[in-house]
């Protein structure tokens, strides 16, 4: 027994991702492995779609947002001519960073360090001090692959993106179209570190068997039936299981009117751009996550004429998921930042029109998804914590973490086409 | 000359384990090598008895206390038939932590992400939406090896544990049974931080040339003769000896009217589990740590009838070293944190029956070790910056460190033992 | 396509020197990297020349600094014969650091854990409970090469220092030594912390084109006429540069009637120890970096005569740069902490007979590199983040960035020069 072979081997994924039991949460690397973060960073976050961004964080031209990914930071700014266009946040001079604010609204992009200057399109308009046969031509900024979506924007930082999301897009926007996203404003915006590894913060948001005790203010939404056939129904559980038939009803009569797609569509781990849509009927008041399922903004959102409008809930690979309601919705995002360490933010839109104190209240409009994320904040930790531990071993799923697995599924399925020639 | 022969070769561990030089403090990247580190962590902390907590800590059914070592996390928990029981503090689940305390009691051990719930014996019991196949059985929290011995409980990490805490336990146990510290209270615990290698922290503690000039408090209990022989007595010390000899004389006679041993035994570096026992008679009033020697708690613990009864000083490979007074018995274990960070335990314990602020005030009783550690830690820290800096060499130890120098011989033995197949 | 060939391969620092571009910044690992950090540990700063202090720092037998370079701590004493002298600042018994403190005065060195003693020549003069074999004479304080050059003091940690220290003193000396540095007295000293790896601190301070915009308070002092030869002079910019002739001509003369060597000398990349001098008169009253060019102290320097002096610009690879007015010295070390860290002391020096709140007054004497620092902090700090983007590529160097290119031809050769046997 060599030391070489006792102490750290070099990790090798390649019999990691191999031996990987299905029906079994993943090995320990995965979540805490340096080099598997690195694997990760490029296999994952440099050659997919990652939702980024809504449309209304940026509606008029030169608005911008800094997106970091890792040691990535893309400017994504709309351009004169509306635009949205994404570029390395990196002067093409000695590689200053440009923009160092979160968000902001500017003319041209200049360059704080000797004024390298910009067009919001990515031209370099102007540096000092060149010799002749300088070529501004051949130092524009460097340019970060860009696609909306129904208003919500994605890039992709690899040279190669995924050619599905036309496909996806085609399925989704059915979907998403009636919310009319790009007619929102931004009423609120939380970013929140996690210190857990960001497939767990996926896994986390990808099953609700840790609801019922978590969450408290979450399941008031939502019918308590998770996971229930009608053959499960009891005695006691009847007439929730009636509220829950009628809210259907009502919901797919809504859809159904206004011709808005209503059936489910499971796409998670058998395409590159991994989704899941589903539409599912709220209980209580049944419109929105306001007290009681009561709305927690006036006006509704985009074509929809139905304050009792369910929840447009969409999943996305890698980073991402969504929650569509008739007055408001809530779009979050996951991005890695090291091995135990992610970022999620979440940005609650409500229509372009609705006034602030007058048609709804940040704290009413954000109080149940800041409650849960503080809370999915702490099982993270609790379960990085746990898998960082020696001690711990892979555990089975359950019968109601299908879309956990369905994660995984996908994303070692990413890695294995990574690595595979 | 290649880049790779240039720039941080490999630590080649064999070649430093062959070329250490007895007598010489270690080299440096014993103290300072991230893989130094991890081999400690495989060869030493995975591997051997580790003093870990009091009896008293837990005194009932459901009481647990958790301790961390490296990234293990450890539950000792006492189980319904009042056993001690040790386990990983991983859920078999997706791998959450589960007690996120450093103590308590519990009625179960229940796991705060999804309710999987084990009996404190470690039996899961319960555990949501399972399949048919589900086998409980073979899901239960996972064991790690436990002892107690005479009060002071002991886990191993590794499968096998040593085997001669059997042997060691029939040695300590004539020694530490007459303080009874099944039948005392934790009074007071403190948890410090060092920044410096666990080792440079267990060979702070094997000598104390340094304590005539860092801990004023502490060497008012012992007599000013560390490293004397009779021989060296002169004229000045020469009443101080008699004293010295006056207090043996009523220590041994104590000891032996009692029919408690009284003699030293040193096995530092010459078995598995090192060990050294010694009873010192104490300095002023005689009893305790207490100004001039004064006891510090009014109830005697034990069997002990006679306050003037030394300070009995047990030290152990490869992390703990304990004080057990008349009135009152100071545990201490260190356990590492990183290659520059360790934690050191500080608990006192008095008579389970001895009241706080009737018996014993907890500034008086803590007074000198708390202010001895704070002294120490500084020299920790003196030291692991030093040893980092690339102009330290090991130098020589003195005559009267040769404590130190057994537990660098038996951390070298243990090391060599581990890399031979 | 091997995972070990797709992740983090191990930096090829030698395939980076030799594709290294001229003209275009480097790349991004030798700002990033922590091997490359290594390398500029082991090839640069443990083997060069490095201005560590001035002698007004210590100006009496037993006065000291401590110097971190790195993990090394150098002390730099001057001894009973005023003789300035450097050690490791590492116990020869078990390692212990032996001062903490950043300055200060000692009769001896005594390390606090055992109390060794060294003399301040490093010889060790006590230790205790030493066999009879122990020989003190092999056990003094590790040297540290050192040398000082006009009231500068620079050490080598290195065994073999550059053998050219010696011609550069002989060039610097007569520019040096009318400022009588050996009678200041130090006014102020400032360490800042920088975000940014220790050449982009470097490259920060060789070129002056993000002046205009970054240091407004610093610009006011100098003619606005960087990098424009008389041909590029348009009719608005004529009496700039009427009156910035008349300094010229009056520096000039200042110089010549006092025998003091007037012209530049630009070694910085043609040898082993790098400078370049340069005398700039200033603008506005011309004198200082006070207000409208006027002087912050009462005393000139040495044998200064004529406070309308100009700035004696000294500039010296790797590590330091200095300004040498009429009435006072700024004196800055840049020193590596870590691949994105560093930190840059500041030492503002005037005539040992000067007052403070008389002759000058902090605030003002250390007000215009005070605000610089900060303005400069902020831009390597934006230019680390940059360079550690994956979205970095090198750029090209304007015209007026000749003094960053040598820098970095001359690190570059440096680095050869270590690595090529």
Redesign the interface.
């Known amino acids: 027994?060599t030391?070489s072979n006792?102490?750290?081997p070099s990790t090798d994924?390649?019999a990691l991702i191999d031996r990987r039991a299905v029906g079994y949460?993943l090995e320990?690397p995965f979540y805490t492995d340096p080099?598997i973060f690195?694997?990760d960073m490029?296999a994952i976050f440099?050659r997919h779609w990652l939702f980024s961004a809504a449309e209304a964080e940026i509606p008029d031209p030169g608005d911008f947002v800094t997106v970091d990914i890792?040691?990535?930071?893309?400017i994504i700014v709309r351009d004169d001519d509306e635009e949205v266009r994404a570029f390395?946040?990196?002067?093409?001079?000695?590689?200053?960073?440009?923009l160092?604010q979160a968000c902001g609204s500017v003319g041209n992009l200049v360059c704080?360090?000797?004024?390298w200057t910009y067009r919001v399109d990515g031209e370099l308009v102007y540096?000092?001090?060149?010799?002749p046969e300088?070529d501004r031509s051949r130092?524009g900024l460097?340019p970060?692959h860009v696609r909306t979506l129904a208003g919500l924007i994605f890039i992709c930082?690899g040279d190669e993106p995924p050619g599905d999301l036309d496909e996806v897009a085609a399925v989704l926007e059915p979907y998403l179209s009636p919310y009319g996203l790009a007619d929102t404003k931004v009423a609120h915006q939380v970013d929140l570190v996690e210190e857990g590894n960001w497939k767990l913060v996926m896994?986390n948001n990808r099953e609700c068997?840790?609801c019922d005790?978590?969450h408290p203010e979450l399941i008031t939404a939502y019918f308590p039936l998770f996971?229930y056939s009608e053959n499960d129904i009891t005695p006691r559980l009847r007439p929730v299981f009636e509220r829950y038939r009628a809210a259907q009803d009502h919901l797919s009569n809504a859809c159904s009117v206004t011709g808005f797609p209503r059936d489910e569509r499971r796409e998670l781990d058998t395409r590159i751009t991994g989704f899941q849509v589903s539409h599912l009927p709220l209980d209580g008041g049944g419109a929105s996550f306001g007290a009681d399922g009561n709305p927690v903004s006036r006006k509704l959102l985009g074509d929809i004429e139905d304050e009792r409008f369910g929840d447009l809930s969409i999943h996305m690979q890698p980073n991402a998921w969504f929650h569509m309601l008739s007055d408001h919705a809530v779009v979050f995002r996951v991005l890695p930042v090291a091995p135990g360490r992610s970022v999620v933010r979440t940005t609650w839109l409500v229509h372009a029109d609705a006034q602030e104190g007058v048609d709804y209240d940040v704290d009413n409009l954000t109080a149940v998804w800041n409650a849960t994320n503080l809370q999915d904040r702490d099982?993270v930790a609790?379960?990085q914590?746990?898998?960082?531990?020696?001690?711990?071993?892979?555990?089975?799923?359950?019968?109601?973490e299908g879309d956990v697995e369905s994660f995984v599924n996908w994303y070692v399925g990413r890695l294995r086409t990574?690595?595979t020639?």
């Open positions: 027994m030391l006792i102490l750290a994924t390649d949460s320990a080099q690195d694997l490029a440099a890792g040691a990535y930071s893309v390395h946040n990196v002067c093409r001079h000695r590689g200053s960073r440009i160092q704080p360090y000797h004024q540096a000092e001090s060149q010799p300088f130092l460097r970060v930082l896994e068997q840790h005790t978590a996971g099982l609790g379960a914590r746990g898998v960082t531990d020696p001690g711990y071993v892979p555990g089975p799923y359950s019968m109601v990574y690595l020639p």
